[in-house]
Structures are given as structure tokens and as C-alpha cells.
């Protein structure tokens, strides 16, 4: 029994990580192919990552898009919480469901949506596009986090702070949002995260200016290169130091 | 920093229940009163509209003079001192209990000798730097009541502000309450549905039951010389003898009782420890059946010996409980009758 | 005004710029879509009558129905699969490595999640192709005479998918069994269950309302996802998605492209509905 875990265990570790290390070793061939055998060690493919123009406006504007639309889809849900949190509204059910509901749907059918949408109101795709659609994806990620995260102690401090005489930007601002701080932060994060990732909203919608997963995309008709190897390895390494980071501050559970 | 409060016909629904019925009551100035009974019964809904969380169907609330119904939290001279604290866990002990100054206004200097001194008072100067989960349940107990005090409020309302301690030091906590009150001269409303600390603290107890006042006056009234049943029930063990008229005296199960009644049918309540072998009211001889050591009593069950399966319980004081079997003359002292509400 | 009705309206101001947000960009989008797949396309005009000729023509085309049996049995062999290879990793990581290398573990096992999901599915390509890592391995150690094509083909796709599952599920299994109380298979133990018994019998039933929320979850990505079936799949078997990038591409044929985006709800749906009535009778 003992053998055969440890064996399992080894087994299906090499199935997860054989392509990645595949990734980042082959990102260092000294060849034309990111294929066996290894012809040596270079950091060329690197230097023409970072040398394309393309390839790093692309970078930018999945940047700015991930921040974007995290930070709207974040105030958006954060307000939408408190909201929902304080009193029991007529329909509060009702508007539940609806912010809840685009995570239950295929992101290629909200980008799909939108396109015709887009087309029919003249918006020619683009980044504030891709940026409005994730932020349709990200907005029930956002308040289903906040929303979960506000129990019945933060209802009643919210009471106190208001019985204390705070205003309602001062109850939001001062108590609300600091009281809720891991939670807001868990949620922004996980929203840059999946807006950085995101391939199909961002395909649909952008033409012109491309987020880094389209720039990714169209880099892959040409086939298997080393410099394809060198960009999914830098977004592989900066992806894994973000999560290592979160994992060592803000998730770190206290030891008991 | 005091007011007078007044309810004037205070009905309140929600949906189609009715949780207070017409309740009217006037709290004076400076007055620590304690609105006491069980859940359900319509007090935390007396308190939320006092502390402006909920508007009255009907009726007003009136404080210092001024009709307060339909002002929010912010606008009312009332703090509330909640269940669980409701402490900001964000912030020190000290920002805690500025932060109502600060919405005042109040200069950060000013607010933080004011709050400094609030945190002095409930014993916790040399914490002012900690946060709250760096403290005793206790402790937290004392910063939310700083906080609520430090800006002066007319009223300071107390939501069950001790259920969470353990039994020692609640007893300390209504000690310190009372004397924090009386220092500060604020007019206090508790809500609580200990009866033994209604009693520890209040000059005034309303018990309430079903959005009705039962019984509104000071401890001894209400626990002597109770207005119903219910609250009679309510304040403590009471022996219930049911009895019916008999010319203008009563007739109990055991023989004809000392005591005058009006109408035909009556309940004789009597607390155990007004039970004893000397009083005014006799109950003629009983027999010990059974009898338990408590500590600060004996817990003795007697059977009168006119009316066999009818049990007394009476506290004896240490040491004066007869054998088991033993016959004894039983009297009574602050004996009441009542009408039965269920019957009538 | 009365307290509440002031709070409400507050509330309710405070819930607005989401709830718009929401109608304008996913409810309204979507009733647009759900319009637009009862129109058809005449040349390159789009003809707004409403007409159920899309979804008719969905179920007599072969190509367009073969579309929705490929993407059902891919999605289901990868729901099926990921669920064994993840439920056996999920509990020896939280069972039999060593307490002090548990979350390093866990964090090495769901490593690759967090690269880009296009990446991911080049690095398959990368590894699968003919002249890739996998092949050349087993021909040099003369296991196999000549590599077998793997890349574009339906394995391809389903090994793609796997991967990615498998980590998403090992970290849902994996929450669901440390939060277990080890005194269930204690008592089992203790009454005599061996340890097969014990994994079987008390700790597997324990953990099936997580498997099966996880196990939903895969299906409706897994059916909803263009990328990892277009890199590692090809154009040999067109899934849904694809059918409906297809659409889009090619003819600019907005209704049909709706109308097969319906389909794949109605799919997404269903799943729902058998998922949730088995989980109900599983409470009960």
C-alpha cells in the first residue's frame, strides 16, 4: 500500500509537471526547435521576447486590462455586497441570481454576446471592450467573495459605527472596506489572475490593440518555436512568484 | 448627558406579526432601567426603536422633549452597546472608542485624551494600543462600553450586554455597571432575560411578555408583590396553589388561607424561602417527603397532610430542616393572589 | 420616511451600478443572442425573422450534430477520468505524505494551474507532437518502433484537458478530505473495517458531495473551453466551441453561431439538473 502510493504519487507528479519543465527547458534551446534533443544553452529566445515590440505592448495592455477591469469589478462588488449585506431588499434574492449568474455561463458565450451587442451599438472591439467584458466575468467573483465574507459581526458593526454617528461613506471607508481588507484583496487578486489569463473574451472583442494571451495565440500558427518556449515560461515564473507570494503573507494560516 | 424617554403607544408588526402592543412607558432622567423577559417578548424591538434602527408602525419616541421617531442612529443623543461588542477589529482600543468623537468632528488631540480617559475609566488605560482580539471577553466587554460612552450620549442602551460572560464575572461586570452609571448619571436601558441580573442592576425592571408590559417598578415590587403570573412566574420559583373564593377569605386545596381575594378563582403564590415555621399567613400542617442540601438552603418538598399528592417546596435556612417524615407547621410571608390568566 | 425605507433605498443604491452593469452587459448581451439565433443569414445579410431554421438544420446536419456528440463524450471520458486520477492524489497528499510536506506537495500538484491556459496547451503540443519529448523517449527506448501520431487527435484533447482537471479537482478533493474528522475512519478502523473498507466504505461516501460539485464544474468547462481542443485537438473532431468560432469566422454567420452557443447552455443546463437532483437524493 505504501510503495504503491509513493509509486502514484511520483507517477502522476511527472504527468502534472512534464510539460512546464518541457516549457522552460526547451526555452533554453539552442536550436530552431523546442524539441529533444537539447542542443545546447542559450538566452536568445529571451532577448527576442523582450526585444518584440509586439509581444511587449501586448504584455502592457493585458496589464493594464487585468488592473482595469479588476478595480471596476471590485468597487462594483464591494458596493453591490454592502449593499445586499445591510437590509433584506424586496427582491434581494432575485438580484442574487443576477450577479451571480455570468459565472454559470461559458465565457465564449459572454464574449459572444457581447460582440453582437458591441456591433449593434458601433463600440469597435478594443480593450475597454475586453475590459467590460471582464469585468462582467470577474463581478460575481468579487461579490461572492465580499458578500460571503460579510457575517453577522460585521452587520453589527456596521450598526455600531452608524449609531456612533458615522456617515454612509464613512461606514463603507472606515470600518467596511478595512474590516473586509483580506477579502477584498483576496478578490482583486484572483480577478487580475483570471482577466490576465483570460484567451476568448479578449480574442473576440480586441482587434488592433491584443491583450497577451491573442498576442500568444497568433504567435502559435507559426508553429512550435523556442521564443514561444521563452514568453510561456516568463508568464509561468511571474504567475508562480505572485502565488508563492500570496501563499507566504496573505493566505498564510496562523500556526495553531 | 441625561434625558427623559418616552414611548407613547408604541404598536410595531412585522409582517403579520405583532411584536409590541400600544406600549406605552416614560423612563426618567438619569434612570437605570431594565427591560426584562423572554425571548420573543418585544424588548430588543423597544430598544432597536429607541436606538433608531427600526421605525414604529405607530406611535412616538420622544427623548428629552423632542420626537425622535423618525431621526436615524447618527441623529440621536442614544449609543447602543451591542450583543457581541461590535468592536472594530482594525482598530486599536484607543481609535476605538474615539471613533465617535472623530464623527463629531472632535480635534485628534482632543478625542484621543477624551478617549484615554473613557479607557482609564472601565480600568484599561495601559491597553489603548492593543486591538481588540488581544482581549478578554471582559475586556471587551469594558471597551464597548467606553465607546459608547465617550461621546456623552443623553441614553446609553445595553442589547444583553453580558450574556457572553461566564457566571463570575457577569456577577462583577453588573457591579461595575451600576457604578459607571451612577457616575456618569447617564440614563441607562438594558435589555436582558436574566431575571437575577434585571434585580443586580435596575432602579426600575419592565417585564415584558408578548409585546405587552407586564409589570413596570423597582426589583422588590416586581419580585415581592408581582402584578401577574407571568411575571410573577418570570422573577423566580414561586409554589402556585390554585384557590377559589370563599365568602371574602380564600380556599385553598389544604384548608381555608388568612388572606382576602376578589373574584372566584385565584392562584396563591408563595416563594420557597417565604416558606418557613413562622410567618402571617398559615398553612396549616404538612409532612417532609423529601429534602436536598443546596449550599446557601435546604430544598425541602412537603406534602400537606389535608391534601395528599399537593407538593410545597420551601428553602429552609442551614441547619433547621426537620427529618424526612416529620410533621410541621408550615406559614408563609409575602404571599400573593393572583388572578389565573390562562383560566380567565 | 421610516428608518427601513431610508436603509432600503440606500441599499438599493448602493446594489444599482452592479445590478446595470449586469443588465447591460450580460443579461441584455444574452437575450440578444438568444434573438439572434432565430434569425438566419441570407448571403451576407442577417434576416431577423424569427424562425426555428437554425436549430432544425442543428439536428438534421451531420457535421453541426456530430459536433455536440463530440463535446459530450469528451467531456464526459475527461470528468470521468480526472475524478479517479485526482481522488488518489487528493488523499495520499492529505493522508500519507508527512504533515510538514503537505502544502508543498499540494502547491507542487496544482503547480501548472497557475501558468497561462494557453500556455498550457502549447506546452502539450510541445510535449506530445511527433518529434516531442513523449515520443522520442519511447522510441529511443524501443518501446514503440516509429512514433504514433497523438497531436490532432481526440487524445490529444482529452490528455489536455486531464491535466488541467486533475489539478482543479485535487485541490477540491483535497479541501474536502482534510476537513473530514479523522475519528470517522478511526471508529471505522476500530470496528474492524480494513483499509480498503475504510477508503470505500466511509471516507469516498464522505467526500461525494465535493466530488460531485467538482465534478460538475470540470464538465461545464471542460464543454464550454475553444482553446485546448483547437491547439492540441486540430481540426480533425470540431467540439462545440469550435463549431461555433467556425461560424463566426468563416461566414460571419451570427445566428447559427448563437444558435449553437444555446445548444451548449441547454447542455450546460441539463448537467445542472442531473447534478443537482443527484446531490438531493444523496442528502436524503
Known amino acids: 500500500m505504501r510503495i504503491l502510493s509513493w509509486a502514484y504519487l511520483v507517477l502522476i507528479f511527472v504527468f502534472i509537471l512534464l510539460p512546464v519543465v518541457a516549457l522552460v527547458v526547451f526555452s533554453f534551446q539552442d536550436g530552431r526547435l523546442p524539441v529533444p534533443p537539447l542542443k545546447g544553452f542559450t538566452l536568445k529566445w529571451y532577448a527576442e521576447v523582450i526585444a518584440d515590440r509586439d509581444l511587449m505592448a501586448a504584455l502592457w495592455n493585458s496589464f493594464i486590462v487585468a488592473f482595469g477591469s479588476s478595480a471596476v469589478a471590485l468597487v462594483l462588488g464591494f458596493l453591490a455586497a454592502s449593499g445586499l449585506a445591510r437590509v433584506a431588499l424586496p427582491g434581494s434574492v432575485v438580484m442574487r441570481g443576477v450577479l451571480i449568474a455570468p459565472m454559470t455561463v461559458s465565457y465564449l458565450i459572454i464574449g459572444l454576446g457581447l460582440l453582437q451587442i458591441f456591433n449593434k451599438l458601433g463600440l469597435r472591439p478594443s480593450l475597454l471592450a475586453t475590459g467590460i467584458g471582464h469585468v462582467v466575468i470577474n463581478l460575481p467573483l468579487c461579490f461572492s467573495i465580499i458578500y460571503a465574507a460579510m457575517g453577522e459581526h460585521q452587520r453589527n458593526a456596521l450598526r455600531a459605527a452608524r449609531d456612533l454617528g458615522a456617515r454612509e461613506w464613512q461606514v463603507l471607508a472606515l470600518v467596511s472596506a478595512p474590516m473586509l481588507a483580506p477579502a477584498l484583496a483576496a478578490s482583486f487578486f484572483l480577478s487580475v489572475t483570471f482577466s490576465w489569463d483570460e484567451f476568448i473574451i479578449a480574442f473576440l472583442l480586441t482587434r488592433f490593440d491584443i491583450t497577451l494571451p491573442v498576442e500568444i495565440w497568433s504567435m502559435l500558427r507559426s508553429g512550435l518555436s523556442p521564443k514561444t518556449n521563452a514568453i510561456g515560461s516568463l508568464v509561468f515564473l511571474v504567475s508562480v512568484a505572485i502565488v508563492v507570494t500570496l501563499e507566504l503573507t496573505l493566505f498564510r494560516k496562523p500556526r495553531p | 448627558m441625561t434625558a427623559e424617554v418616552r414611548f407613547e403607544a408604541i404598536h410595531h408588526r412585522f409582517g403579520n406579526f405583532t411584536a409590541l402592543h400600544k406600549v406605552d412607558l416614560t423612563i426618567a ?159 441607562f436601558v438594558h435589555v436582558t432575560h436574566d431575571q437575577e441580573e434585571a434585580m443586580a442592576v435596575a432602579d426600575r425592571i419592565v417585564v415584558m411578555n408578548q409585546g405587552r408590559i407586564e409589570h413596570c417598578g423597582s426589583p422588590e415590587d416586581v419580585y415581592l408583590r408581582p402584578a401577574s403570573l407571568f411575571s410573577a412566574n418570570f422573577m423566580g420559583e414561586m409554589n402556585r396553589i390554585p384557590v377559589t373564593a370563599n365568602g371574602q377569605n380564600a380556599q385553598s386545596p389544604f384548608g381555608p388561607i388568612a388572606m382576602t381575594m376578589t373574584g372566584r378563582e385565584g392562584v396563591l403564590c408563595i416563594r420557597p424561602e417565604n416558606i418557613g415555621f413562622s410567618g402571617d399567613v398559615s398553612l396549616g400542617p404538612a409532612r417532609l417527603v423529601e429534602s436536598g442540601f443546596f449550599g446557601t438552603h435546604h430544598r425541602c418538598h412537603f406534602e400537606p397532610l389535608a391534601a395528599e399528592g399537593t407538593r410545597i417546596v420551601a428553602h429552609l435556612p442551614q441547619g433547621s430542616q426537620p427529618g424526612i417524615g416529620q410533621n410541621v407547621e408550615l406559614f408563609a410571608t409575602n404571599a400573593v393572589i393572583l388572578r389565573d390568566e390562562v383560566a380567565a | 420616511m421610516s428608518i427601513e425605507r431610508f436603509e432600503r433605498k440606500q441599499g438599493a443604491a448602493l446594489v444599482a451600478p452592479a445590478l446595470l452593469w449586469t443588465l447591460a452587459f450580460f443579461i441584455l448581451p444574452f437575450a440578444a443572442m438568444i434573438w439572434m439565433s432565430l434569425a438566419h443569414l441570407e448571403g451576407r445579410e442577417i434576416v431577423t425573422g424569427p424562425g426555428l431554421g437554425n436549430y432544425v438544420r442543428i439536428f438534421s446536419e451531420p457535421s453541426l450534430l456530430r459536433g455536440i456528440r463530440v463535446s459530450l463524450e469528451i467531456s464526459a471520458i475527461v470528468t470521468v477520468v480526472s475524478v479517479i486520477l485526482a481522488w488518489p492524489l487528493a488523499w495520499i497528499i492529505a493522508t500519507r505524505v508527512p504533515p510538514r510536506w503537505r502544502r508543498l506537495a499540494l502547491l507542487l500538484a496544482v503547480l501548472p494551474f497557475w501558468t497561462s491556459y494557453v500556455v498550457r496547451s ?110 492540441l485537438g486540430g481540426n480533425s473532431e470540431l467540439t462545440l466551441p469550435q463549431l461555433i468560432m467556425l461560424q463566426l469566422g468563416r461566414r460571419g454567420d451570427y445566428p447559427m453561431a448563437s444558435a449553437l452557443a444555446v445548444v451548449l447552455m441547454v447542455l450546460v443546463t441539463l448537467a445542472y439538473a442531473a447534478c443537482a437532483r443527484w446531490l438531493k437524493m444523496e442528502r436524503v
Open chain 3, 122 to 231: 502549447y506546452s502539450w503540443a510541445l510535449v506530445l507532437g511527433e518529434n516531442g519529448l513523449v515520443m522520442q523517449t519511447l522510441v529511443q527506448s524501443g518501446i514503440l518502433d516509429a512514433p504514433v501520431q497523438i497531436m490532432a487527435t481526440r487524445a490529444a484533447t482529452i490528455i489536455g484537458f486531464i491535466h488541467f482537471f486533475v489539478m482543479l479537482l485535487t485541490l477540491t478533493i483535497y479541501s474536502n478530505l482534510v476537513q473530514l474528522s479523522p475519528n470517522y475512519a478511526r471508529a471505522a478502523e476500530d470496528l474492524g473495517a480494513s483499509r480498503l473498507q475504510v477508503i470505500f466504505l466511509v471516507i469516498l461516501p464522505l467526500t461525494l458531495p465535493g466530488v460531485m460539485t467538482g465534478a460538475f464544474l470540470t464538465f461545464v468547462l471542460c464543454i464550454g473551453d475553444y482553446i485546448t481542443p483547437q491547439i
Open chain 2, 29 to 187: 432622567a438619569g434612570e437605570f432601567i431594565v427591560l426584562l423577559g423572554p425571548s420573543g417578548c418585544g424588548k430588543t424591538t423597544l430598544l432597536s426603536i429607541l436606538g433608531g434602527f427600526v421605525t414604529p408602525t405607530e406611535g412616538k419616541v420622544i427623548i428629552n422633549g423632542k420626537d425622535m421617531t423618525h431621526v436615524p442612529p447618527r441623529g440621536r443623543p442614544t449609543t447602543t452597546m451591542f450583543q457581541d461588542y461590535a468592536l472594530f477589529p482594525h482598530m486599536t482600543l484607543l481609535d476605538n472608542v474615539g471613533f465617535g468623537l472623530r464623527m463629531r468632528g472632535v480635534g485628534k488631540s482632543e478625542r484621543r485624551t477624551r478617549a484615554q480617559e473613557m479607557l482609564e475609566m472601565v480600568g484599561l488605560g495601559d491597553k489603548a494600543s492593543r486591538r481588540p482580539h488581544e482581549l478578554s471577553g471582559g475586556q471587551r466587554q469594558r471597551v464597548a462600553l467606553a465607546r459608547a460612552l465617550a461621546v456623552s450620549p443623553d441614553v446609553l442602551l445595553l442589547d444583553e450586554p453580558l450574556g457572553a460572560l461566564d457566571m463570575k464575572l457577569r456577577r462583577q461586570m453588573q457591579d461595575e455597571l451600576k457604578a459607571i452609571q451612577r457616575r456618569v448619571g447617564t440614563t
